[in-house]
């Protein structure tokens, strides 16, 4: 007796819409790379060579930035368990120009210009790593603190911070006090070469180090109790990714300055855009915006407004704007 073998059929392909986050991290992606070529071959004026290579840096440094900030926030979001905190919230950049501040006091400002600029980056970077390190441990390493003292906190430091940084600016002389100005504000445009290889060296390793943890994350976004339910050891792992973080927003600050509420903004987007909260989509999407918003912010300013006004106060401005929003609506919950 003959029997008929009916092959089951074959499940149906998943179409690649635009719902889908591979197709819309693509898209970004392909978003970065013409911003780039638009700001690499856009009106140069004089050598063609000397133009490239300068904004050529100019846009590596955007990368590295764009890449420490996005990646950084979003496990920060992950591990403090609130998309609100950053660590330029906690007190971060506030610090970063109080080291400045006080290099510049003591060894007044011409020492500050004649010293190496790798040495003067090490130093910020490992001052900024052991302050974050400390104060992370103590503010996350025991039991669960609420959202309110984590932002009384961030605010206290700041305040105590800038107000130091000021009571020393006010004893300092004209000269020293504009040396110490130029330092207060972000520039991504003509980084030393030497600082933005270290930087991105560091960068990548922090990433290279978080790849393996990406479905880590997506635990711990869960929850401590139901990570460590899942076979998590959420202490030694919170730590780890806390160390992370810090040496990697450590380095791009030192690199080019602060900028207080740009990883808030690329951060929270990022999720929106997304379409998800797993983190093998959420931290390259909060990477290629932070690059595409510097990218187009710089392109606004140089061309339409013939930088009329600085990168990072146009961020800084939209960004507190942003910041009170989420606030409000997370009171509101």
């Avoid at 800038?162 to 020393?168: A, F, G, N």
């Avoid at 992370?244 to 509420?261: N, R």
């Amino acid at each position: 007796m003959l029997i008929d073998v009916v092959e089951a059929p074959a499940p149906p392909r998943r179409r690649l819409t635009w719902s889908s986050p591979a197709v819309r991290i693509g898209m970004l992606g392909a978003v970065v790379v013409a911003l780039a070529a638009t700001y690499l071959f856009t009106d140069i004026p004089g050598s063609f060579t000397f133009a490239l290579r300068v904004r050529s840096l100019t846009i590596a440094a955007m990368a590295v930035v764009a890449v420490a900030v996005g990646v950084s926030t979003v496990v920060f979001h992950t591990i403090t368990g609130n998309r609100i905190l950053t660590p330029s919230i906690m007190g971060f950049d506030a610090f970063y120009m109080l080291i400045s501040t006080v290099i510049v006091f003591v060894a007044g400002g011409v020492t500050f210009l004649r010293t190496d600029p790798l040495t003067l980056w090490v130093v910020q970077v490992l001052v900024m790593v052991a302050f974050s390190t400390l104060l992370f441990t103590w503010l996350f390493g025991g039991k669960r603190r609420s959202l309110h003292l984590m932002l009384l906190v961030g605010i206290v430091l700041g305040t105590f911070f800038r107000s130091l940084t000021e009571w020393m600016q006010r004893m300092l002389d004209p000269l020293d006090f504009q040396i110490l100005t130029d330092t207060a504000f972000a520039s991504l445009t003509r980084p030393d070469p030497t600082l933005l290889a270290a930087t991105a060296v560091i960068v990548a390793g922090g990433c290279a180090a978080i790849v393996p943890l990406v479905r880590t994350l997506d635990v711990l976004s869960l929850g401590e109790s139901a990570a460590v339910g899942l076979g998590v050891n959420h202490r030694r792992v919170v730590m780890a990714l806390f160390i992370i973080v810090s040496v990697m927003v450590a380095a791009s600050t030192a690199l080019v300055g602060p900028i207080l509420f740009f990883g808030l903004i690329v951060a929270n987007l990022a999720y929106s855009y997304a379409g998800t909260f797993r983190h093998r989509w959420a931290l390259p999407a909060a990477a290629l915006l932070g690059a595409v918003f510097l990218l187009a912010g710089q392109l606004i300013l140089e061309q339409v407004f013939s930088f009329g006004a600085s990168l990072s106060i146009v961020i800084e401005f939209a960004g507190g704007l942003f910041f009170l929003v989420l606030v409000l609506r997370k009171g509101a919950r």
